[in-house]
């Protein structure tokens, strides 16, 4: 018989997955990095199945999409008009997936009406990019699948879903994995906790950069793994795109607590390792992180390997969600100058 730890000794040994980076990939990204403009975007979503393990985590449960289409074109026409020029898109549950039709929510927009919605967000002038997140935290849109993880059928759903968001996106420049949060602190109510760590965490991890660059696409991720696993920075491979973000508004490391410390001392490692950065704030917690955050990396991160800032607002967990939406697209223009 096959136990659980017989098949991840097997699966640990047989997926050998290629990590690094060929020379001619290397070059066309550090080409397309120097080529590009500024990056200035903003996150938003259109799934909302991120935050808990069961429909019960949300009150009232969401069993259906919340965004308002006339909402939808009003934020991202704002966004353009102010002078962003990308929008990451957390699809999560919202569209109906043709290879996982079963994921999609009620009210979930078809692949026709989003591929639309695609082109005119390009002729808006902002640029789509996808988003999946497949960390064990925040991935109850997987709906079944979200308890199998590392299984045979998890590495098969997940593939399909990269592949085909991929050519939706008709080859993005990126793919944003997410992969945040991982812990039992951020699982302590969820009634199912999955927690992936060492080798198994590594080889899940290193199947979705290897899944994003089969399809030709660049992987991007949120960085807090390294705030508590600075190895992570000896072995990821140089080809990820990172986000570390930051919500507060002071940065300064010699008045900060430790927790935040690490927190922003994680730019400056990423920096020094050689990694490309997108980095990211939030007018989540205050109005003033964005701008700081934006100043703080000018003055201290390499301009070469800097290639923009994501501004992020998790709108839904504010009392006036719809005013929180636009605040955070002013605050991102407003630090642009």
């Known amino acids: 018989m096959t136990t659980r730890r017989t098949f991840l000794k097997q699966s640990l040994a047989a997926a050998a997955l290629p990590v690094t980076v060929s020379l001619e990939t290397a070059l066309h990204a550090a080409e397309t990095a120097s080529q590009s403009p500024m990056i200035w975007g903003i996150l938003f979503h259109l799934g909302q199945k991120m935050w808990g393990d069961s429909p019960s985590a949300y009150t ?23 002078g962003l020029n990308m929008v990451v898109i957390d699809i999560g549950e919202g569209i109906q997936y043709e290879s996982h039709p079963e994921l ?42 979200s308890r199998m993880v590392s299984t045979p059928k998890y590495y098969e759903v997940c593939a ?12 993005p420049r990126f793919f944003h994995l997410g992969y ?46 390294c705030w508590r696993h600075r190895d992570f920075l000896d072995w990821a491979p140089k080809s990820i795109v990172m986000s570390n973000w930051y919500y507060d508004a002071e940065f ?13 001392q994680a730019f ?51 009392a006036d969600p719809e005013q929180h939406l636009f605040n955070s697209i002013k605050l991102a223009g407003d630090a642009m100058y």
Not at 207 to 212: G, L, M, P, Y
């Open 252 to 264: 300064d490391l010699k008045t900060l607590d430790k927790d935040r410390a690490n927190y922003v």
């Open 180 to 225: 945040d949060e991982e812990t039992f602190g951020h699982q302590s109510t969820y009634e199912h906790i999955v927690i992936r760590q060492g080798e198994l965490w590594k080889h899940d991890f290193l199947f979705f950069i290897n899944e994003c660059e089969k399809n030709q696409v660049r992987p991007w991720i949120w960085a807090d793994y």
């Open 60 to 82: 009232p449960p969401i069993d259906h999409m919340t965004w308002d289409d006339a909402l939808w074109k009003a934020v991202t026409e704002k966004a353009a008009q102010t």
């Open 268 to 318: 400056l490692d990423l920096d020094k390792a050689g990694y490309d950065q997108i980095p990211t704030g939030s007018n989540w917690s205050c109005d003033e992180n964005f701008g700081n955050l934006v100043q703080f990396c000018r003055e201290n991160l390499s301009s070469e390997r800097l290639l923009g800032y994501l501004q992020t607002n998790w709108h839904f967990e504010h």
């Open 160 to 171: 399909d879903l990269i592949k085909e968001v991929t050519e939706i996106f008709d080859r």
């Open 104 to 145: 999609a929510t009620k009210g979930a927009w078809s692949i026709e009406k989003f591929r639309n919605d695609l082109a005119r967000l390009r002729k808006l002038g902002l640029e789509p990019i996808p988003k999946l997140n497949f960390s064990a935290c925040h991935d109850l849109w997987l709906g079944e699948y």
